[in-house]
């Protein structure tokens, strides 16, 4: 499957965007898909992931309660609903897919990656 993330941009602190990630070339609803998001000299970090056959969401600690992860099959399409943005939110987020059953939160285990789309919080 090929990914394409997109919505990033500059927002400020407390803040909301959405991010999306279409896939094609496979059967979209086969797939887990996850969030991660990488800093500057930072190592890439599990944002969340949701699952296929009604599996997830799971999210990482540091956006719990503030982030939203969905999906919608019939567009081949998975958001991120970030909200409350902070500082520290700043990142490129990545969206990845695997065929794994469970939502894995190491980004080796995803197979399959979009390119990225930067996300900057300002104060």
């Known amino acids: 499957v090929q990914l394409q993330a997109s919505g990033g941009g500059l927002v400020q602190a407390g803040g909301s965007l959405r991010l999306s990630c279409a896939g094609s070339?496979?059967?979209?609803?086969?797939?887990?898909l996850g969030w991660f998001r990488q800093a500057p000299g930072k190592e890439r970090e599990f944002v969340g992931g949701?699952?296929?056959?009604?599996?997830?969401?799971s999210y990482g600690d540091s956006v719990k309660g503030r982030f939203t992860i969905s999906r919608d099959d019939s567009k081949n399409t998975v958001y991120l609903e970030m909200n409350n943005l902070r500082l520290e939110d700043t990142a490129v987020y990545y969206c990845a897919a695997n065929r794994a059953l469970w939502i894995a939160i190491v980004a080796s285990q995803y197979g399959y990656w979009g390119q990225g789309t930067q996300v900057t919080v300002s104060s």
């Open positions: 070339g496979d059967t979209f609803s086969r797939y887990t």
């Open positions: 949701i699952g296929w056959r009604g599996n997830g969401p």
